[in-house]
């Protein structure tokens, strides 16, 4: 074909589904023929018209698997036909100062697919080669474009912790982050604490492999964690800072809580909490592509998978609209391939 189909979103939840002109890649990347691209709250920035420029079209989506079939001037380690993903990070530039101390996640001159380039909301992808990860054997496509950004972020967190095997780690919301983080701590030997809103979902939280629940709206969760012995590590998954901020109590002394979710309200800290009991809040982006194959190979292995619901390509807008009024269980994947 001479065209491929997107979705592009201008202003504020503008979708327009256009054609568009099938070009060779430039040189540095490859063209992705899309298999699966997953729906995350991330995808508000572009969606919403949160970006420097809103008004310049751009197609949302950095969940994205699928099969490159052309690879641009340069790019020697990506053949065609191979299966790969591309999450949030678009592809580092090798030069600016974090980079050349090897710190990828944080260069200064990195694009975000889905946001300030083109991303997955369409049959065709072209990315930077540097922003590839291989998409191993055993995994299906569309359970492997959560993995990409929601795996990757939640289970960069745990390891953020450098907590021993059994420690106590709580993870706050079963949503789209926390029930993969929740599969993560566990097949990471830790004994987990889900919290979340609701004794409903304490069952889900079990099965999932969690030790403990804690009804967040019941009891206060801090003080619940304390009972318990106080964690080592809180990975923070709900877009809400005040329901972050009742956490803190809840660590055990050195504890950590890695905030993942990103919400509009702050976190209230007092500064006893802090400097008592030498605790420690911090933020995590979310990982390099070749951490994203190793988490791949991990998921693999220890049969981390995200629950999702499918829906065409064609169905995108329907599709954000399910994510945001969180009753989608628990990430919407987009199949290109039934577009």
């Known amino acids: 074909m001479s065209t491929y189909q997107a979705f592009e979103v201008t202003g504020s939840r503008q979708f327009a589904w256009t054609t568009r002109e099938l070009v060779p890649p430039r040189a540095g990347h490859v063209r992705i023929r899309v298999e699966s691209c997953g729906v995350c709250h991330s995808d508000v920035l572009a969606v919403e018209g949160l970006r420097p420029d809103p008004s310049r079209p751009v197609v949302p989506g950095h969940e994205v698997v699928g099969t490159i079939d052309a690879v641009g001037e340069g790019v020697r380690a990506w053949q ?43 049959e065709v992808l072209y990315a930077r080669s540097n922003a590839l990860a291989r998409i191993p054997e055993g995994i299906s496509s569309a359970e492997a474009a959560p993995l990409l950004c929601a795996g990757l972020t939640s289970l960069s967190a745990l390891r953020q912790l450098d907590s021993r095997p059994g420690s106590l780690v709580a993870v706050q919301g079963i949503g789209g982050l926390g029930h993969l983080a929740v599969q993560y701590a566990a097949r990471l030997g830790h004994r987990v604490v889900a919290i979340a809103r609701g004794a409903e979902k304490a069952s889900l939280a079990a099965s999932l492999g969690a030790d403990d629940y804690i009804d ?88 981390v998978l995200p629950l999702i619901e499918r829906m065409p390509l064609a169905e995108a807008p329907k599709a954000y609209e399910r994510m945001m009024s969180g009753e989608a269980r628990f ?4 199949d290109a391939v039934q577009a």
């Open 80 to 122: 065609v036909g191979e299966r790969v993903g591309v999450g949030f990070l678009a592809g580092h530039c090798g030069e600016c100062d974090p980079c050349r101390r090897g710190d990828f996640v944080n260069c200064a001159d990195q694009e975000q697919t889905g946001t300030t380039v083109d991303g997955g909301y369409a």
């Open 216 to 303: 967040s709206a019941a009891e206060h969760p801090g003080e619940a964690l304390a009972r318990l012995g106080g964690a080592d590590g809180i990975v923070a998954t709900a877009a809400s800072g005040s329901s972050m901020t009742p956490l803190l109590t809840g660590l055990a002394p050195r504890g950590r809580m890695i905030v993942v979710g990103v919400g509009t309200d702050p976190i209230s800290v007092s500064t006893p909490d802090l400097v008592l009991s030498t605790r420690t809040i911090t933020g995590s982006l979310t990982g390099t592509p070749i951490e994203n194959e190793d988490n791949l190979a991990f998921s693999v292995r220890h049969g």
């Open 331 to 334: 990430r919407v994947v987009l």
